[in-house]
DNA sequence: TTGTAAGCGTTATCAC
DNA sequence: GTGATAACGCTTACAA
């Protein structure tokens, strides 16, 4: 032996009596004599070589390796998503990098710095740094942010979502609904649920009101403040309340509760996500469906085309309804 | 500009009119005169410059990645973990590769040669497979299951945590436990739950029963048989069952009121592990709970510790005991 | 078909 | 302190 680190492709060549470029070729298939083949392969076997992808990423300039860039990795939302994601890349055979930012806009730049550091092939992010500065040669999909036309960006259908909502909501009896949502202060595609939301109330000629909060103004407090004033004769003026997540539609039954209102008797609840128990399985309210696993297919789809002429600037995917114990059904 | 491509060292040598050693030194932190320091540091700026960590890796040996391998991301205990691990590794500036298994013994041995082929620097690994084969020059970690005296294993006091988890129901006034488990085939720490507890209870002279499935058997079936064999009369020969962990203790929750037993009023119950739920915060059970982000910290510690001569065999974290409403108190 | 040799972007070892 | 130059392990023309 000679030398005591991992055997490279000349150790190889030496052991099997042949030249480095068979070698390579072997490993690339690419035409080779088929006793050279078998020869090379049982030195390598042997040997316990295995290609070094970096010296490999630094001739072809691929790495097969894609960053995916998350806020975090706890949230079932974007764990489904990683879930997700890792098995359309491993479909591939890329491998997955992944960065957690908090949803700290200074971390999202640092990672992705860092990862084009790494020289990896694409990146997928779900950011909240309206100017991210990235690498335009590099391939870039967006989830949830709209960047610009050269940025493919791919969502659920939000605005579809929240009117589906809206209607159900009508169907289900409702008079008096309201849209509820905290969320960050940048703009996002999830914005667009209280808009459909609105848009089919109008449309169906019933008036709605809205509580948008941001993040730092915390929920139980202005939330409260606004349930007082809503408040007459220990009846809630709204009957029905469409929350912008499922998380969200959780804290809002416990709030609703401690004021003595029933979920759904007095007031019906849909979040937005689709969610669901650990254990069971179940959905932990009614609500509308993100097609977690599709989206993130998307995501790899867009980011790996061969033909990035003309990618789609924002793609919708279609979200469904189910009940899950917080409507009258 | 030369050409359409990244920047390299070379065109930073170009642009600030210095030789390319120098800019390596910039980038490394190595003596250099400040004047020259602040004029690559200019060029690169300008240029847009980032180093090609493969390129460096190539040089190196050290990629500043590790893998971390886990059956999946979806469930919260594995979710905690990788969270956990990201955080420690990117506190010591390294990025992390993650490759996820469904527990399946061929996608973990393929993961292992994936990232090697990739020259992490370390894997950390929670797998299934007793015999995987890993490169014995590459730093391993293990959690949750013990491989030998050259491989680190990390995991919770699960001995430690059955006992607790028997003295707890004893003092809630347990006359008849049962100890529960639904699990892999492969001997791994986790099992020691049962040995635990089952010690404890001979230790205090109660005569304990254990059930122990697995995966391939299911749960509903077998445990169905077994509850109705030990009713008598309405009632459950059991008051205390300890489930080894807590998505257990839920279907088993669910179970014994399907049959109209009530928790934790008929039976208490106490998993394992210190799920919470998504949104609340709160726990699913009464639990022993394993300190995950202590778990991942000393995985990374472990595998990025210089001295490599004598590291630890096993590492044991101490657990607590919480109550979730499944025990009287 | 197979072998040879020139890089890919870095780091590291030298003389200067 | 600085600047050539030789690797690192691989791919890929190109020559044999």
Redesign the interface.
């Known amino acids: 032996m000679k030398h005591n ?2 055997p490279t492709m000349k150790d190889v060549a030496l052991e099997a009596g042949v030249a480095l470029g068979t070698v390579s070729k072997v490993f690339n298939d690419l035409p080779v004599g088929e006793s050279y083949r078998l020869r090379v392969e049982e030195a390598a076997r042997k040997l ?1 070589y ?6 490999r ?2 001739k072809t ?1 691929r ?1 097969f ?1 894609v960053a995916l860039i998350l806020p ?5 939302f974007f ?2 998503l ?2 997700g994601a ?2 359309s890349l ?1 479909a591939r055979q890329y ?6 930012t908090s949803s700290n806009p200074e971390a999202e730049q640092r990672c992705i ?7 990896v092939d694409g990146i997928i992010g779900l950011t909240y740094n309206p100017n991210l500065e990235v ?1 335009p ?1 590099l391939p870039y999909v967006s989830i949830d942010r709209y960047f610009g036309p050269n940025v493919p960006c791919v969502s659920s259908d939000n605005f579809g979502g929240g009117q589906m909502a809206a209607e159900k909501l009508l169907e289900l009896g409702c008079r008096h609904p309201l849209f509820l949502r905290v969320g960050s202060r940048v703009p996002g595609e999830s914005d667009k649920r209280g808009d459909g939301f609105e848009s089919a109330c109008r449309r169906r000629g019933v008036k709605c009101d809205s509580l948008r909060l941001n993040d730092e103004d915390g929920l139980v407090e202005p939330f409260r403040a606004f349930l007082s004033q809503h408040m007459k004769g220990g009846r809630l003026e709204y009957d029905g309340i469409f929350c912008a997540t ?2 969200l539609t ?2 809002i039954r ?1 709030m609703l509760s401690e004021l003595g209102l029933r979920v759904p008797e007095d007031v019906q609840l849909i979040g937005f996500d689709g ?1 669901r128990r ?3 399985g179940d959905l ?1 309210c009614s609500t509308i469906i993100q097609p977690i696993p599709r989206l993130a297919e998307t995501c790899v789809d867009l980011l790996l085309r061969e033909d990035r002429s003309n990618l789609p600037r924002l793609i919708c995917l279609p979200v469904t309804y189910a009940s899950g114990g917080t409507t009258r059904e």
Not at 50 to 55: D, F, G, K, M, R
Not at 72 to 76: A, Q, S, V
Not at 95 to 100: F, G, P, T, V
Request: hydrophobic share 35%; aromatic share 8%.
């Open positions: 680190s991992a316990g295995q290609v070094n992808s970096y010296a990423g630094l300039n790495t390796t975090n990795i706890t949230d079932p764990s489904a990683a879930q890792y098995e491993s491998r997955m990098l992944l960065s957690l710095r860092m990862v084009q550091q790494n020289k690498d040669a499922d998380a959780i804290h416990g969610i650990f254990t069971t932990y």
